[in-house]
């Protein structure tokens, strides 16, 4: 509902919307494909593919654990790696990183979360690898 309007007006609308919802305590089915407005306004979310649904939960169950890869990449930025698991530890180009589950053989398909990254100096953290771009957008900045 709050697409076609300037950011600016958006943001200000929905946390207008939100202190309004709240407020009132009523029961509102809202339906976007604004993922800042589902995670904003709802108490719960409901994630739709091809007309079923494929997960509810919190906006913080929903983002933090995905049910699957489609509402990993749906809600929020995300970055899924298939690499093989050797001795509990996901086995990368740049390095090897410790994984939840204690998995000592096996594949594995995790997803990183852009904001769960940091950019170190060279040998200073367990994984390395090269920037290839840099673009500003503003509140931040995207690293390929």
Do not use: C, W
């Amino acid at each position: 509902p709050l697409t076609a309007l300037d950011a600016a007006l958006r943001d200000r609308l929905r946390s207008e919307l939100n202190r309004l919802l709240r407020a009132l305590g009523i029961t509102t089915i809202y339906v976007t494909h604004d993922q800042a407005e589902a995670m904003e306004l709802g108490d719960r979310i409901v994630v739709m593919r091809k007309g079923a649904i494929a997960q509810i939960g919190t906006p913080r169950e929903v983002y933090f654990a995905p049910k699957d890869r489609f509402v990993a990449e749906f809600i929020g930025a995300a970055n899924i790696v298939e690499a093989p698991v050797e001795n509990g530890l996901l086995i990368l180009p740049g390095g090897r990183l410790p994984i939840e589950g204690g998995a000592t053989s096996a594949n594995a398909t995790v997803m990183i979360r852009p904001e769960t990254i940091r950019v170190t100096s060279a040998g200073a953290e367990a994984l390395s690898g090269v920037v290839d771009s840099v673009s500003f957008i503003g509140d931040r900045q995207r690293l390929v």
